[in-house]
């Protein structure tokens, strides 16, 4: 019993920049995150629990495709979500109104015992209340999630010098760096502020072939402006295709900016991995609306 992937094709942008569409593997648990859960379900499976418990906020990607892949697999799953006041407004967020909708139970705590979240006796108390659930970290990042997040790169990816992605919790750069070869670099686009996170890829990266672009944050996790929104919708007419505000957009306004600064040789055959987090785009749209700035087409 495990999740099907759909098979999916590298998307020529332009003769240099191509994009690989990990959000069309499955109509539900899209991109990364369909990657980090699969072992992760797998150990579920063998492990014979009862359901998966797991962390997320707002319009946490991670959350909802927990929740869809437990819908699916027919696993319990249980969500912990940073702020206890959302609760009031569930049904005006259509990340957690999705959850609960797949059968994720949720359970909303203060920003402060959220930030207790990876502390061993927050967790022990978690694990008495949730007896036999498998715990899984924010943003699904363990061992596990990063040996599926290897299998992003294939064969066909092999011609590229440069591999690109956007970076939450570390996970997915993690996976894309212990698969690369020797003479392609990565470069991730973190969508926090923050030096922390390359030491959370350090934890897990078995090669040094890699680096970070901090310049295209915006801010910091969920800030966004008018140049990003216009670029996202830019892009999708363009070329057809829709980027979330939270990682991906960012992502490839970075690409673009550094293609067209002479950062990359000309000959450098680029591949942005477009992680998914398209669900995300309903919940900007609606903090968007309330300021009566434009929206995400």
């Not at 946490?60 to 609760?87: M, W």
């Not at 996970?171 to 003479?183: A, K, Q």
């Not at 078995?206 to 295209?216: A, F, K, P, V």
């Amino acid at each position: 019993m495990m999740l099907d992937i759909r098979p999916i094709e590298n998307i020529t942008l332009t003769p240099q920049l191509s994009l690989k569409p990990e959000f069309r593997i499955h109509p539900t648990v899209s991109g990364n995150k369909f990657r980090k859960l699969k072992y992760n379900i797998q150990a579920v499976i063998d492990g014979h629990f009862e359901g998966i418990l797991t962390f997320g906020g707002a319009f946490s990607n991670h959350i909802a495709a927990t929740a869809a892949a437990g819908k699916d697999l027919n696993i319990p799953t249980v969500g912990i979500i940073r702020g206890e006041e959302l609760v009031d407004n569930l049904d005006s967020n259509p990340t957690l109104s999705y959850a609960k909708a797949c059968g994720m139970h949720l359970e909303f705590i203060s920003r402060a015992a959220y930030r207790q979240k990876t502390e061993d006796l927050f967790l022990q108390d978690l694990q008495k209340k949730h007896p036999n659930f498998y715990i899984l970290p924010e943003g699904g990042t363990n061992a596990l999630a990063i040996a599926g997040c290897k299998e992003i790169l294939t064969e066909a990816d092999h011609e590229f010098d440069v591999i690109c992605c956007a970076v939450g919790t570390g996970g997915t750069i993690s996976g894309l760096i212990n698969s690369s070869l020797p003479h392609q670099k990565i470069i991730g686009f973190p969508a926090l502020k923050g030096a922390f996170i390359r030491e959370d890829i350090c934890k897990f990266a078995q090669q040094s072939n890699w680096d970070l672009c901090h310049e295209y944050h915006f801010g910091g996790y969920a800030k966004v402006n008018l140049e990003l929104i216009q670029f996202i919708n830019k892009f999708k007419q363009e070329f057809k295709l829709s980027l979330d505000p939270i990682y991906t957009g960012k992502m490839m306004y970075g690409i673009f900016d550094l293609i067209q600064n002479g950062f990359f040789s000309k000959s450098a055959k680029i591949l942005a991995i477009h992680t998914g987090g398209l669900q995300g785009i309903e919940g900007m749209n609606h903090y968007l609306s309330k300021h009566n700035l434009e929206l995400i087409a």
